[in-house]
């Protein structure tokens, strides 16, 4: 929940409440879409899904909107350190780490078209004059990239879900993503 205050808040500030919000519902259903599709044999409940999406979304806000950061490294190191840090906790039995993966893609992508800024320096020109673009060619080729690929995944992940496909038949080592068994804890496949 902290990481709520810190990354939710100050994308709430920048960007508002619709698209911050649009941003982790979507990501919590991305999150659920990829946990039902692993975790056969339990219930997993919780926000942590979209929570990991805020996380992605604020990932791919920095990367989109790259030229308006002074300290752009350290914002990109602490980002990726947290994120890592809270996946690695997620390899722990009973942490759904796939909901935190879902979350995370999910936000990541929805970042590329909700968290798009005008590049810096931008300005309508009033009486027609000639201007910028709004956007520079990498921010729409992204934010393109972003509608497609969510469009997919989802119809894809969705489809799968409703055919009550198990992932873990398609995919022989993903069970360790969420949960990794040593000498301390076993893991319910």
Request: aromatic share 12%.
């Amino acid at each position: 929940m902290i990481s709520l205050i810190f990354v939710g808040v100050r994308l709430e500030q920048q960007f508002g409440f619709w698209k911050v919000g649009l941003v982790y519902l979507i990501s919590g259903l991305g999150g659920s879409v990829l946990s039902v599709l692993f975790i056969r044999n339990g219930v997993s409940v919780g926000a942590s899904g979209a929570l990991f999406g805020l996380l992605g979304a604020m990932l791919s806000e920095l990367i989109t909107n790259w030229t308006i950061y002074s300290n752009r490294i350290a914002a990109m190191a602490n980002l990726l350190i947290i994120a890592a840090i809270n996946l690695a906790i997620g390899i722990l039995p009973h942490v759904d780490n796939f909901a935190h993966i879902g979350g995370f893609v999910t936000g990541f992508l929805l970042g590329f078209v909700l968290l798009i800024q005008p590049r810096f320096g931008w300005s309508a020109q009033p009486f027609g004059g000639k201007t910028k673009s709004k956007y520079s060619a990498c921010q729409i080729v992204l934010l393109v990239l972003a509608i497609i690929l969510t469009i997919a995944a989802f119809a894809v992940g969705l489809l799968m879900v409703f055919r009550g496909v198990n992932g873990n038949d398609h995919c022989s080592w993903c069970h360790y993503l969420s949960c990794v068994p040593t000498s301390s804890w076993k893991c319910d496949t």
